[in-house]
């Protein structure tokens, strides 16, 4: 409710100096279309860009303008939302995409995307490549986990794109799908990731790789401040998935059917950390935004100043993403290894040190009511076995000490 406060004072104080809104009634106006809007979270996904056109994304919910000038967009593309993708895009181009540089946030109307292009080496600002639908399918993963959730996307695979969410303080959680093939220890993304977690107190999910190399080194996965995901076989039977990261914090959902990124209503099947990532991050954003709408918290981010870097920030309720973190891994779980199915292709759990397989267990959709009732208090989460937690804090202690 602090940046609610401070917010409205500073509408008031704006209106007085520029002469917008001349009259006591004209203020009273947005101070109420500011706090009817809804509770929300907005996630920002890191990648190749977007499909603003596939159906997946689309809304009919319009978000309010103090809620655009605060994520400093700096211009709107109403986009045609008639004829073939090709159809809409050739519509658009003159208008909207030819307009577009690295230094815009770009609201599209009717669909529950902000994007941004810092990089300024693509074709197309914002749009998803036409080779390459990976940043659709990611987004994707977001929305089917919290179909409520804010998308600020931001095209691009460095430290500069991972910065323009860090920086924006309304960015929740930033999820990252991309990183050196095989986990090798090269620099990555992770200065700009401890910026966003340690200094601006956001969440950051981070893939781990499609291979079983071990995520304690991966520049995506492996920081301390990140959570670092590999998968399971969520939809099969529920083992490791053999080609995904060793010993992560957790693993997810490795098999998902996502949004095509050159048509408007098709889907595919596809698999890899990419995904179970940002499926984790939506996971949380869920659990953000119903503690947010329980707590009366009409804002969003962790800003150290406004809101004490708090990701909740409610009536009696002040909750920190090392609070969330630590439910997601209490509430994270392992399958037992005897529903394998040798011809899945899958990798059984161990009964024994299954951590070094999927660190605190594996999540999903059942983890999130256990984790919100865990942080407001209503049921606490037993502790982690003694095994367990002794092995997730040697992973800790290993990666801060290759880290820093």
Same mark, same amino acid.
């Given at each position: 409710?602090?940046?609610?406060?401070?917010?409205?004072?500073?509408?008031?104080?704006?209106?007085?100096?520029?002469?917008?809104?001349?009259?006591?009634?004209?203020?009273?106006?947005?101070?109420?279309?500011?706090?009817?809007?809804?509770?929300?979270?907005?996630?920002?996904?890191? *990648?190749?860009?977007?499909?603003?056109?596939?159906?997946h994304f689309r809304t009919n919910e319009t978000y309010p303008e103090w809620l655009l000038e605060r994520l400093g967009v700096?211009?709107?593309? =109403?986009?045609?939302?008639?004829?073939?993708?090709?159809?809409?895009? =050739?519509?658009?181009?003159?208008?909207?995409?030819?307009?577009?540089?690295?230094?815009?946030?770009?609201?599209?109307?009717?669909?529950?995307?902000?994007?941004?292009?810092?990089?300024?080496?693509?074709?197309?600002?914002?749009?998803?490549?036409?080779? *390459?639908?990976?940043?659709?399918?990611?987004?994707?993963?977001?929305?089917?986990?919290?179909?409520?959730a804010i998308i600020f996307f931001v095209e691009g695979f460095s430290d500069a794109a991972v910065l323009a969410a860090a920086?924006?303080?309304?960015?929740?959680?930033?999820?990252?799908?991309?990183?050196?093939?095989?986990?090798?220890?090269?620099?990555?993304?992770?200065?700009?990731?401890?910026?966003?977690?340690?200094?601006?107190?956001?969440?950051?999910?981070?893939?781990?790789?499609?291979?079983?190399?071990?995520?304690?080194?991966?520049?995506?996965?492996?920081?301390?401040?990140?959570?670092?995901?590999?998968?399971?076989?969520?939809?099969?039977?529920?083992?490791? =998935?053999?080609?995904?990261?060793?010993?992560?914090?957790?693993?997810?959902?490795?098999?998902?059917?996502?949004?095509?990124?050159?048509?408007?209503?098709?889907?595919?099947?596809?698999?890899?950390?990419?995904?179970?990532?940002?499926?984790?991050?939506?996971?949380?954003?869920?659990?953000?935004?119903?503690?947010?709408?329980?707590?009366? *918290?009409?804002?969003?981010?962790?800003?150290?100043?406004?809101?004490?870097?708090?990701?909740?920030?409610?009536?009696?309720?002040?909750?920190?993403?090392?609070?969330?973190?630590?439910?997601?891994?209490?509430?994270?779980?392992?399958?037992?290894?005897?529903?394998?199915?040798?011809?899945?292709?899958?990798?059984?759990?161990?009964?024994?040190?299954?951590?070094?397989?999927?660190?605190?267990?594996?999540?999903? =959709?059942?983890?999130?009511?256990?984790?919100?009732?865990?942080?407001?208090?209503?049921?606490?989460?037993?502790?982690?076995?003694?095994?367990?937690?002794?092995?997730?804090?040697?992973?800790?202690?290993?990666?801060?000490?290759?880290?820093?």
């Amino acid at each position: 409710m602090k940046q609610l406060t401070v917010s409205l004072v500073l509408v008031m104080i704006t209106a007085s100096l520029t002469g917008c809104m001349s009259d006591d009634s004209a203020q009273e106006t947005l101070i109420e279309d500011e706090e009817r809007f809804r509770n929300y979270s907005i996630v920002a996904p890191i *990648d190749t860009g977007i499909n603003v056109y596939h159906d997946h994304f689309r809304t009919n919910e319009t978000y309010p303008e103090w809620l655009l000038e605060r994520l400093g967009v700096t211009m709107s593309c =109403e986009l045609t939302f008639s004829g073939t993708w090709q159809e809409r895009y =050739e519509a658009d181009k003159e208008m909207c995409w030819d307009k577009i540089n690295s230094t815009d946030i770009v609201y599209f109307p009717g669909t529950k995307i902000i994007g941004t292009t810092p990089d300024d080496n693509t074709d197309i600002p914002i749009l998803d490549d036409p080779s *390459d639908g990976h940043g659709t399918a990611v987004t994707g993963a977001v929305l089917d986990a919290n179909p409520d959730a804010i998308i600020f996307f931001v095209e691009g695979f460095s430290d500069a794109a991972v910065l323009a969410a860090a920086n924006q303080p309304l960015v929740d959680i930033i999820s990252t799908s991309f990183g050196p093939i095989g986990s090798i220890p090269v620099p990555g993304i992770e200065d700009a990731t401890e910026v966003a977690v340690v200094q601006e107190k956001k969440i950051h999910t981070g893939a781990a790789d499609n291979s079983p190399s071990p995520a304690v080194q991966d520049s995506t996965a492996g920081p301390p401040w990140s959570i670092g995901i590999s998968g399971y076989a969520e939809e099969g039977d529920d083992q490791k =998935e053999t080609m995904s990261g060793s010993y992560p914090d957790i693993a997810a959902d490795w098999t998902q059917v996502l949004p095509n990124h050159d048509d408007i209503d098709g889907y595919h099947e596809t698999s890899g950390t990419s995904f179970a990532t940002p499926r984790t991050a939506g996971l949380l954003s869920k659990v953000i935004q119903h503690l947010r709408t329980e707590s009366g *918290d009409f804002s969003s981010g962790a800003d150290p100043d406004l809101r004490d870097g708090y990701l909740v920030n409610g009536d009696n309720m002040n909750i920190s993403q090392a609070q969330i973190r630590d439910a997601l891994n209490l509430s994270a779980w392992y399958p037992s290894f005897n529903t394998w199915d040798p011809l899945s292709g899958t990798t059984p759990v161990s009964p024994v040190a299954p951590c070094t397989q999927i660190g605190w267990g594996v999540v999903n =959709e059942s983890n999130v009511e256990p984790i919100i009732n865990h942080l407001n208090g209503k049921t606490m989460q037993p502790d982690r076995p003694s095994d367990v937690t002794l092995c997730m804090e040697t992973n800790q202690e290993i990666r801060e000490t290759y880290w820093n």
